[in-house]
T-cell receptor
Framework: QKEVEQNSGPLSVPEGAIASLNCTYS??????FFWYRQYSGKSPELIMF????GDKEDGRFTAQLNKASQYVSLLIRDSQPSDSATYLC????????????FGTGTRLTIIP | DGGITQSPKYLFRKEGQNVTLSCEQN?????MYWYRQDPGQGLRLIYY???????QKGDIAEGYSVSREKKESFPLTVTSAQKNPTAFYLC?????????????FGDGTRLSIL
């Protein structure tokens, strides 16, 4: 059974600081890694995704992969109150398999 | 605008009743998925389909059924056999491609028992 683990939080970060969210995964063969943001009562929204070949930066968001330790991170720079949400990590398993395994999410609160 | 449309937004089920949740996409995606989310929980996969007229069970398929007669549509039926149906149901779609593709979600349907 593939597992994706996240600290449920809440994680509180001052406005303007860097928020760091982590996710560990059990399947060493995982190839693709996704971060979703979910506001309370809403559906998940894709923020970023990376493949096993490298990290990615998009505006204030950076996704980093540590394959040796089997964890993926999401960094949010210059945190804004609108970043307050639950962040879900999802991992694709077998190569070519489109199924994703989701973590239970980390609740992030940005303190003004 | 391309997207995924789920309806209804809220649904109430009586004891012994089957109810069907609609999911339509105009993104031309081959793959479609149904997830269930309970409060404070992650998403659990109910069923998925990668091609018309074919679908596979996910991790919690018992008490649910699906069909995929058209590429654009993937309705989910919650049967009376599902004894705890109260949850937030999410439909997603993605293209097919090697290495995994991002899934995009509809706005969801909240199902409750009367």
């Amino acid at each position: 059974q593939k597992e994706v683990e996240q600290n449920s939080g809440p994680l509180s970060v001052p406005e303007g600081a860097i928020a760091s969210l982590n996710c560990t995964y059990s399947d060493r063969g995982s190839q693709s890694f996704f971060w979703y943001r979910q506001y309370s009562g809403k559906s998940p929204e894709l923020i970023m995704f990376i493949y096993s070949n490298g990290d990615k930066e998009d505006g204030r968001f950076t996704a980093q992969l540590n394959k040796a330790s089997q964890y993926v991170s999401l960094l949010i720079r210059d945190s804004q109150p609108s970043d307050s949400a639950t962040y879900l990590c999802a991992v694709n398993g077998d190569f070519g398999n489109e199924k994703l395994t989701f973590g239970t999410g980390t609740r992030l609160t940005i303190i003004p | 605008d391309g997207g995924i449309t789920q309806s209804p937004k809220y649904l109430f089920r009586k004891e012994g009743q089957n109810v069907t949740l609609s999911c339509e996409q105009n993104l031309n995606h081959d793959a479609m998925y149904w997830y269930r989310q309970d409060p404070g929980q992650g998403l659990r996969l109910i069923y998925y389909s990668q091609i018309v007229n074919d679908f596979q069970k996910g991790d919690i398929a018992e008490g649910y059924s699906v069909s995929r007669e058209k590429k654009e549509s993937f309705p989910l039926t919650v049967t009376s056999a599902q004894k705890n149906p109260t949850a937030f149901y999410l439909c997603a779609s993605s293209p097919l491609g090697r290495g995994g593709q991002p899934q995009h979600f509809g706005d969801g349907t909240r199902l409750s028992i009367l």
